[in-house]
């Protein structure tokens, strides 16, 4: 590692900072200094938006293109702990037409949270970082636009809701089929009572993977060759060269203080529990999302059964490849949710995406959200309403969920406007319980058990093991202090 951040702060003065912002974090954010505090700019619907984006290397770089392109919003700084990516992600061709886009590039994203400057930033950064980034985010004043899942864990979920209540901001959750038309127009489909009565929702997320292979902890040697699956597309060579650009002790942040390994690093955090929340918990909270919303539950489920394993060749994965999970609702209402990141077939001509049943019929949404069918009849299907057009030149592809998110940008910017959270077609609350969802079933995986919940205290039911994958151990240092729940 460089003896000097990326940032031009010593070591020293970053241990330092370290120590400020984790005892701010720790005290709930009553420390800050008040440039950070004082910075919340009144936004008049014709005011420009000044925009951060933290976490840039694959979502994030998206999202990233994504916001320069709305009038009005300018990206002043980019936020990422790997220092190679700056002059790719700053001179990005992709905005080379977006005069705005003049961005500089941090290392500690703690450096965008004191700029007074910036009203909002955009977190596309590994999953454990979600809620802790996101509050202090808001202690800072901040805007809040933050990927799926919002959370890492069941606890840290509510925490988010609590620190969006306490300090007033703007929250929005990357699902972006919130904001897609079709998809919209599919659960209102089922709202008006399309298939009649909804008793059960399946979702898909059918999405092979490659194995990511083993390594060993430290750098990999000078010129060695990697990719994220074996046998892929080739990556740099993680070695001693490259990260001396990389603070990987800031990309571990509150997980525990480990080695690094190149399987735990870039995009593969997301196949280890100390991280990521697996298929289930990444590609799975969109579907979930659109399960919970078609089914109309603004509650958590009561019983939660989940079975699977890792099936792929020897691996340093250890979150599940194949995955079946359920979930009862109080009512007696059904969410099923599949994940196979193996071989496959479709089901009902959907690998991603979602199937409704109801009283009178049933129906699919694809997982790019452009497509939805509905059918009526017990006998025989007879095609009923649907939405098979998409947009002219959209570049559909249901295994990409980057193509048409430009809505639920627009949204959160439009509710920054006008200061009106209920404009928000995803708010804290709407990704918090589409989260937990998956925590849930990961949790029931992990103790291989079905578990009873009780979501008004979000406990489990006489299950102490069970209770205490909620939440997890912080490193110290980046704790996360409770909020008393309000409701």
Same mark, same amino acid.
């Given at each position: 590692m460089a003896d000097q951040q990326g940032n031009g702060m010593s070591r020293r003065e970053f241990a330092s900072r370290l120590g400020v912002t984790a005892a701010v974090v720790a005290a709930g954010g009553h420390f800050l200094p008040s440039t950070a505090m004082g910075a919340t700019r009144i936004q008049g619907a014709n005011d420009k938006l000044v925009l951060a984006s933290i976490g840039v290397r694959g979502q994030g770089n998206a999202l990233k293109r994504g916001f320069a392109k709305i009038k009005g919003v300018e990206i002043k700084t980019l936020a990422d702990v790997d220092l190679n990516l700056e002059a790719e992600r700053v001179n990005d061709k992709a905005l080379a037409d977006v005069p705005t886009f003049k961005p500089a590039f941090v290392q500690d994203f703690r450096r965008v949270l004191d700029d007074k400057d910036v009203d909002g930033v955009i977190i596309a950064t590994p999953n454990h970082w979600h809620a802790l980034m996101t509050i202090m985010a808001l202690q800072a004043g901040k805007h809040v636009y933050v990927e799926k899942p919002s959370s890492y864990t069941v606890w840290e979920g509510r925490q988010e809701i609590e620190a969006t209540r306490k300090y007033g901001k703007i929250v929005q959750v990357g699902t972006m089929n919130r904001s897609r038309p079709a998809v919209r127009q599919a659960m209102q489909f089922l709202k008006d009572g399309g298939i009649g009565k909804v008793y059960m929702a399946r979702g898909l997320c059918f999405k092979p993977r490659p194995p990511i292979g083993k390594y060993p902890d430290g750098p990999l040697a000078a010129g060695a060759k990697y990719s994220l699956t074996v046998g892929g597309r080739p990556e740099p060579t993680w070695d001693a060269a490259y990260l001396s650009k990389v603070d990987y002790d800031l990309w571990l942040g509150p997980a525990a203080k480990t080695p690094f390994n190149v399987n735990h690093f870039h995009y593969n955090w997301h196949w280890h529990f100390a991280y990521g929340n697996g298929d289930t918990g990444n590609q799975g909270p969109h579907q979930f999302d659109i399960a919970r919303w078609g089914?109309? +539950?603004?509650?958590?489920?009561? +019983?939660?059964?989940?079975?699977?394993?890792?099936?792929?060749?020897?691996?340093?994965? #250890?979150?599940?490849?194949?995955?079946?999970?359920?979930? !009862?609702?109080?009512?007696?209402?059904?969410?099923?949710?599949?994940?196979?990141?193996?071989?496959?077939?479709?089901?009902?001509?959907?690998?991603?995406?979602?199937?409704?049943?109801?009283?009178?019929?049933?129906?699919?949404? &694809?997982? &790019?959200?452009?497509?939805?069918?509905?059918?009526?009849?017990?006998?025989?299907?007879?095609?009923?309403?649907?939405?098979?057009?998409?947009?002219? #030149?959209?570049?559909? #592809?249901?295994?990409?969920?980057?193509?048409?998110?430009?809505?639920?940008?627009?949204?959160?910017?439009?509710?920054?406007?006008?200061? #009106?959270? +209920? +404009?928000?077609?995803?708010?804290?609350?709407?990704?918090?319980?589409?989260?937990?969802?998956?925590?849930?079933?990961?949790?029931?995986? *992990?103790?291989? *058990?079905?578990?009873?919940?009780?979501?008004?205290?979000?406990?489990?039911?006489? &299950?102490?093991?069970? &209770?205490?994958?909620?939440?997890?151990?912080?490193?110290?240092?980046?704790?996360?202090?409770?909020?008393? *729940?309000? !409701?």
């Open positions: 089914l109309g +539950k603004q509650e958590h489920p009561v +019983k939660i059964s989940s079975v699977g394993g890792y099936f792929g060749p020897e691996s340093s994965q #250890d979150t599940p490849n194949v995955q079946t999970s359920f979930f !009862e609702y109080a009512d007696g209402t059904i969410l099923e949710f599949a994940t196979r990141g193996e071989s496959t077939n479709d089901e009902g001509g959907v690998k991603i995406g979602n199937l409704f049943y109801g009283s009178e019929g049933w129906m699919w949404v &694809d997982g &790019d959200g452009r497509k939805w069918q509905s059918y009526k009849g017990r006998s025989k299907d007879e095609k009923g309403p649907g939405s098979d057009a998409p947009p002219p #030149d959209s570049g559909s #592809d249901p295994l990409v969920l980057t193509s048409i998110e430009t809505p639920h940008y627009q949204n959160f910017v439009d509710a920054i406007r006008a200061n #009106d959270p +209920k +404009k928000l077609t995803c708010d804290v609350v709407e990704g918090h319980l589409s989260s937990a969802l998956p925590h849930l079933a990961n949790i029931s995986y *992990r103790v291989g *058990r079905q578990l009873q919940f009780d979501g008004k205290s979000e406990t489990f039911v006489n &299950d102490k093991d069970a &209770d205490k994958l909620l939440t997890r151990e912080y490193r110290k240092g980046w704790e996360i202090k409770p909020l008393s *729940r309000t !409701e």
